[in-house]
């Protein structure tokens, strides 16, 4: 569209840079290759849905400085969960590929998952669209990493 390349690439992955802290610190904790952990990082977000719960939490309203408080901190609490997820995940086996590493994990606790899948679908239904479903959702999704 007329941007160059460089600006362009760099423009791109810009949101996933707000990660590269926590993703880099995992890396040197786990001792596993940056790009691994990367991977797993991304995947958490997509299967545990916190890229969603993430999308929801900046649209929400914020009239007061207490509601811009609340959600301040749910933003802060789903970026640790990410990161207290994707940490948890890749201590369960030394499985490198992401996927079958987040495949391995979900299967310790399937019963657990199964639930949580049906809580996080039926919030989706629902809208998904206030601090209290997302504050709730946020606790679901910290209760299956047990």
Do not use: C
């Amino acid at each position: 569209m007329g941007v160059p390349e460089d600006l362009a690439r760099r423009h791109a992955y810009q949101d996933e840079l707000f990660h590269a802290p926590d993703i880099i610190e995992l890396a040197e904790l786990t001792a596993r290759p940056v790009g691994d952990v990367a991977d797993v990082f991304f995947l958490v977000g997509d299967a545990y849905r916190l890229d969603w719960l993430e999308a929801r939490a900046e649209h929400l309203p914020a009239d007061t400085r207490w509601e811009r408080w609340a959600i301040r901190t749910l933003e802060s609490d789903l970026q640790q969960l990410r990161r207290d997820l994707a940490e948890k995940i890749m201590a369960a086996a030394e499985i490198q590929n992401g996927t079958a590493l987040l495949e391995y994990y979900r299967s310790i606790r399937s019963d657990e998952h199964a639930r949580l899948d049906q809580f996080l679908d039926m919030l989706a239904r629902d809208g998904g669209g206030d601090l209290h479903s997302l504050i709730v959702a946020s606790h679901q999704i910290e209760a299956v990493m047990g």
